[in-house]
């Protein structure tokens, strides 16, 4: 009987710290999208209606939580990247990848120079968003290689480093919103010439 008390008020300590942990994730994303991924976790705690510990509780730092925040987008880029793995066009395939993956660092200003730096840093909560896709897109580099389409120098962490680079140029000139589409064209033609580039 003292067993199942325990058992029966352990069960809403967990539910509420289920509830203030998606609160914190709801509120992350609205914050990051209006501020950035720079934004105060201060700021974020106080949306959620909980104080700061119990956000350190959940997310020890800010790459914890932006790695949480960024699951979602995560899956998506994994799947659209097991869809790719059987295309036709291997080199097509691989840039139409490169392009979501411009997408999603775009997604939340501060977030391309984040993954960046996070790159080099396997210590890094972001490292659980990194490695998946890099595991993901080093599959269909592999395959563009294999083709003969893309040199067989070519890694896919400089790839990664490339879009990153790219997002974050992007971000830094709003006003072009097809600057990163060129800048990912002209990158694409060093891997090996004008066909790669068409892709």
């Known amino acids: 009987m003292a067993t199942s008390t325990a058992v029966g008020s352990a069960r809403p300590m967990r539910a509420d710290a289920r509830r203030n ?46 790695s949480a925040v960024f699951q979602e987008a995560l899956a998506a880029l994994l799947e659209r990247s097991g869809e790719l793995a059987s295309a036709e066009q291997p080199c097509g395939a691989l840039v139409e990848w490169l392009r979501a993956l411009i997408t999603h660092a775009g997604e939340y200003r501060g977030l391309a120079r984040a993954l960046m730096s996070a790159s080099h840093d396997e210590t890094s909560a972001l490292s659980a968003c990194s490695v998946p896709l ?15 389409a893309v040199r067989a120098d070519v890694s896919i962490g400089d790839l990664m480093q490339l879009t990153n680079a ?24 060093g891997l090996k010439g004008s066909a790669v580039a068409r892709a």
Not at 46 to 59: D, W
Not at 170 to 181: C, H, I, M, N, S
């Open 166 to 189: 790219i997002a974050l140029a992007a971000e830094e000139e709003p006003g072009d919103a097809e600057l990163a589409d060129r800048l990912l064209t002209l990158t694409l033609r």
């Open 134 to 148: 890099r595991e993901a897109g080093e599959r269909l580099l592999i395959r563009a290689q294999e083709s003969g």
């Open 21 to 66: 942990y998606e609160r914190l994730l709801t509120e992350a994303r609205a914050v990051f999208a209006e501020y950035g991924t720079d934004a105060s976790l201060e700021e974020i705690a106080r949306r959620s209606g909980v104080g700061i510990g119990t956000l350190y509780r959940h997310f020890p730092n800010r790459h914890a939580m932006m």
